[in-house]
């Protein structure tokens, strides 16, 4: 697991494997029993440097783990073993370049009304992930500004981490607003409301610059909207990033290719990022989004600029990157100040 990862980011130490399975419990447990199963997980996380998230919810767990590859891999061989759970099913193994679950060893969440009375309640007990962007969603879709950052505080104040904040509710709760006006459940002013108010509640979240992120301070990155797109959720909420980051952070928002070009001439950035939208697939865009970055390699031929794409296409197809000439394609938008600037010191280099 993760080798062939670990070959293409040798270069890249500090990042780690994740991995995301569901799987039923054998036996309803009791809180008692999931109490043992995640103290006794949490030390033997700590020792491994492998933080996550575990949830049990009607007789299902699922679960997030990332940490250093091989450490994950004998975890995930105990796991497998493990005769409280069956009908494992593997929905994500990648690398990443920042953890979600810094904070926790192993955060655990589900919902006290599935586990039996008497026994002790685990704490702490939030509900679970699902069930919170179902109301995040709402919310946004209602333009309950106060209630949604109420709500965003909330998680923050409960130890989840802006990435995990972003990750888990503001990036899907896009992705379900772009589904709900697909399936015609809202009106096209409804997604572009929903999306600010997410916007708002995002910016809300509280970065905490890392040593690490410091010491990029020098470079200087455009943060551009693909031409004519009109989602900017992705590309206001990358702002505050690297802002805390420390680097110097130019916006665009063109209405044309030459307008993004015109603007990356002028500024010589070291990397462009480039955002199609967070809520919907805009498949159609790849074949003029190939045209923008070849034209914009061109303008920046003797000032090389990394180049980062982003959005809903490439959250659920990272392959996509390679069609589209792009250096990076964020599969979310965490990390991606760290991984920016790990790509502008090798573009250095060569
Ligand atoms: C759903 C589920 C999730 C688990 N998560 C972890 C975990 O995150 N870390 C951990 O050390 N053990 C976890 N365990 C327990 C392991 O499966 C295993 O019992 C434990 O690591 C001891 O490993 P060993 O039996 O190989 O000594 C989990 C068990 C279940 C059923």
């Known amino acids: 697991m993760f080798e062939s990862e670990t070959q293409v980011h040798q270069d890249a130490p500090d990042w780690v494997a994740c991995l995301t399975y569901k799987s039923l419990a054998t036996a309803a447990p009791r809180a008692s029993d999931l ?55 593997v929905l994500s193994e990648h690398m990443a370049a920042a953890r979600l679950f810094s904070d926790w060893d192993l955060l655990l969440d589900g919902r006290t009304d599935d586990l039996p009375r008497g026994a002790a309640p685990v704490s702490p007990v939030p509900p679970a992930v699902a069930e919170h962007l179902e109301r995040l969603v709402a919310l946004a879709l209602n333009a309950d500004d106060m209630a949604l950052n109420a709500m965003i505080a909330a998680f923050a104040d409960q130890g989840w ?56 301070s020098r470079y200087r990155i ?12 992705g590309t206001t909420l990358l702002a505050d990033q690297f802002l805390t980051a420390g680097w ?15 603007q990356m001439s002028a500024q010589h950035p070291d990397a462009v990022d480039i955002g199609l939208s967070d809520a919907m697939p805009r498949h159609h865009a790849i ?42 394609a964020r599969q979310g938008l965490a990390g991606t100040s760290i991984r920016l600037a790990e790509l502008v010191q090798q573009s250095r280099k060569r």
């Open 222 to 233: 455009l943060l551009a909207t693909a031409p004519g797109e009109k989602h900017m959720l």
């Open 161 to 216: 981490t802006s990435d995990a904040i972003l990750t888990l509710l503001i990036e899907p709760a896009a992705r379900a607003l772009g589904d709900a006006w697909l399936d015609d459940h809202c009106s096209e002013i409804d997604l572009t409301i929903g999306l600010s108010m997410l916007q708002m509640a995002g910016h809300a979240v509280r970065y905490i610059p890392s040593p690490r992120s410091i010491r990029n």
């Open 35 to 89: 109490d043992l199963l995640v103290t006794k997980a949490r030390a033997r996380n700590r020792s491994l440097d492998v933080t996550g998230m575990l949830l049990f919810e009607e007789g299902c767990f699922l679960q997030t783990l990332e940490g250093p590859p091989k450490a994950l891999a004998a975890l995930w061989s105990s796991i497998q073993r493990d005769s409280r759970h069956n009908q494992i099913e």
């Open 287 to 328: 074949a003029q989004l190939r045209s923008t970055i070849e034209h914009s390699r061109l303008i920046a031929s003797e000032h090389p600029t990394v180049v980062s794409v982003g959005g809903r296409l490439f959250a659920e197809a990272a392959a996509t990157a390679l069609s589209v000439g792009a250096d990076h």
């Open 248 to 262: 110097q952070v130019d916006m665009a928002f063109p209405e044309s290719e030459e307008a993004l070009t015109n």
